[in-house]
Every structure is written in C-alpha cells, then in structure tokens.
T-cell receptor, first 112, second 112 residues
Framework: GDSVTQMEGPVTLSEEAFLTINCTYT??????LFWYVQYPGEGLQLLLK?????DKGSNKGFEATYRKETTSFHLEKGSVQVSDSAVYFC???????????FGKGTKLTVNP | GAGVSQSPRYKVAKRGQDVALRCDPI?????LFWYQQALGQGPEFLTY????????KSGLPSDRFFAERPEGSVSTLKIQRTQQEDSAVYLC??????????FGPGTRLTVT
C-alpha cells in the first residue's frame, strides 16, 4: 500500500539556520503531496502542497518540490525562527481519494 | 464557526465502557474524515464521509468502532467496549473541493 517515510527526529537548530526535512513516498499511482504542521497545543494545519511532478509548494518561507524521479518531497526553509518549532508531517493522497497517508512526523526545535 | 471543532477535548474511559466523540465540521464542507493518532506517530485514516454517505471505512480497526453523519454535517465516532489499545488522539477533518483538509484540535482518549 501507499506509505510515507520521513526523517527521524527530533531536529534541533539555532535560529536562522537552514532546515531540511526529508520525505520519500511509495505510491501505486500519481499522488498529491502535502506538508502539515502541528504547533504545540494546536491542531494540524496544512503548510503546503503539490499535485504534480516538478510543482513547488511554498508558504511562510517553507518550500518543497515534488520529485517524481526520486519519489521525494523534502521540506526546506532558508532561515528558521523560534516560532517554527513544531512537529512536521509529510503526507500523500492518491488518485481521486482525499484520504491522507501520513509519515510519522519530525519534531523541530529552534533555539534562539 | 471558524474551524473544525471536536468534543470532548479529553476523555478518560474505563476499559469496557462505550465512548462517543463528536465532530463539528466547517459549514458547507462536504467531506469529513476521522483519523487516529497514537503517541509519537502520524495520524492514521479511519473513515470518510461525503455528505451523509460513508464512502470508506477501511481504516476502522474493529467492529467496535462505528461512525455516523446522519444529516451530512455533525459526525460522531463511537467506540464500544473500549480497550487500552484504543488510547489515542482522534482527529476529525473536513474539506471542500481541492482546498485540502482542515483538522480539528482532536479528542485525547485515555482508556484505563
């Protein structure tokens, strides 16, 4: 079945550091790809998405590019802030279904 | 309301008790999803409604789990004869065409 594998955490960075969280997927078809973020004490929020190969999703300084050849959707940010501390989830949905398949999540802590 | 709401936010049940978890989706959202999130894991799909029709219940772990959405709006997830392995956060999400899923804050269920 479909699956998502993302980088094990936790990840600890200093403010203004560069962030990469790796995500790879396995799918039988041609999925849409998502990054969700869960801030402490809050619900899951959609951060960005991409629906076809070479699409780049971006939001709040975060970016991820849909790479079909490497089945990847790595999350990047050039300069993280303390307020970016959260758990980040990579996810996919396949075909006509909106059902999401999530990775296990990566906890990011940014120190001042 | 502005977002998806869930109640109760926390529920403690003794093993063997029945519980009912409520989800109020965003007004006008056709699709509604339930996910189960174990500690330290990503959410896992349980079931999906389009309006009042339950189109996919492949993720329900046993016949003790039952979900309904009788009028195509509010949904209830019921767990009968709760077991310790049912302890998790239960997330509800709603969506409308192509806008992505909006998640509620979740209900944390602890079975003692």
């Amino acid at each position: 079945g479909d699956s998502v594998t993302q980088m094990e955490g936790p990840v600890t960075l200093s403010e203004e550091a560069f962030l990469t969280i790796n995500c790879t997927y396995t799918a039988t078809g041609y999925p849409s790809l998502f990054w969700y973020v869960q801030y402490p004490g809050e619900g899951l929020q959609l951060l960005l998405k991409a629906t076809k190969a070479d699409d780049k999703g971006s939001n709040k300084g975060f970016e991820a590019t849909y790479r079909k050849e490497t089945t990847s959707f790595h999350l990047e940010k050039g300069s993280v802030q303390v307020s970016d501390s959260a758990v980040y989830f990579c996810a996919l949905s396949e075909g006509g279904s909106e059902k999401l398949v999530f990775g296990k999540g990566t906890k990011l802590t940014v120190n001042p | 309301g502005a977002g998806v709401s869930q109640s109760p936010r926390y529920k403690v049940a003794k093993r063997g008790q029945d519980v009912a978890l409520r989800c109020d989706p965003i007004s006008g959202h056709v699709s509604l999803f339930w996910y189960q999130q174990a500690l330290g894991q990503g959410p896992e799909f349980l079931t999906y409604f389009q309006n009042e029709a339950q189109l996919d219940k492949s993720g329900l772990p046993s016949d003790r789990f039952f979900a309904e959405r009788p009028e195509g709006s509010v949904s209830t997830l019921k767990i009968q004869r709760t077991q310790q392995e049912d302890s998790a956060v239960y997330l509800c999400a709603s969506s409308s065409m192509l806008v992505g899923q909006y998640f509620g804050p979740g209900t944390r269920l602890t079975v003692t």
